[in-house]
């Protein structure tokens, strides 16, 4: 299973959510007794309607993984679901997010 955020800047914002979100993923992966496995860390989507170049950075920095600007359709967030659930078939759970994250950047998505 892939573990998939969308995130919406309404009831708390974003950044700190994902803040917390990573925070707690290192204090449980710190705890793990492999630590040859990767990490585990969710795939984190900022789901957002503005479209800056300012508001992609600070997502990007803040530890998102993707940004995604409103209208989405569920069409495109199924076919995201889709490609995740393909990859960690191939790949393997713990490696599901970082070759998703790849195969991304290589389309040029973000």
């Known amino acids: 299973m892939v ?11 974003g950044f700190e959510a994902t803040k917390i979100i990573r925070q707690t993923e290192a204090s449980i992966s710190a705890q793990r007794v492999d630590q040859q496995a990767e990490p585990h ?4 989507i900022a789901l957002t309607g503005n479209a800056s170049g300012e508001d992609q950075t600070n997502a990007f920095t803040n530890g998102m993984d993707m940004y995604m600007t409103k209208p989405v359709s569920l069409k495109d967030i199924g076919e995201l679901m889709k490609t995740c659930g393909e990859i960690a078939a191939i790949h393997g759970q713990d490696r599901a997010r970082s ?3 790849e195969s991304s950047a290589a389309a040029g998505d973000g």
Do not use: A, P
């Open 99 to 101: 070759k998703l994250l």
């Open 3 to 13: 573990e998939i955020i969308l995130t919406l800047f309404q009831v708390m914002d």
């Open 41 to 44: 860390q969710s795939l984190v």
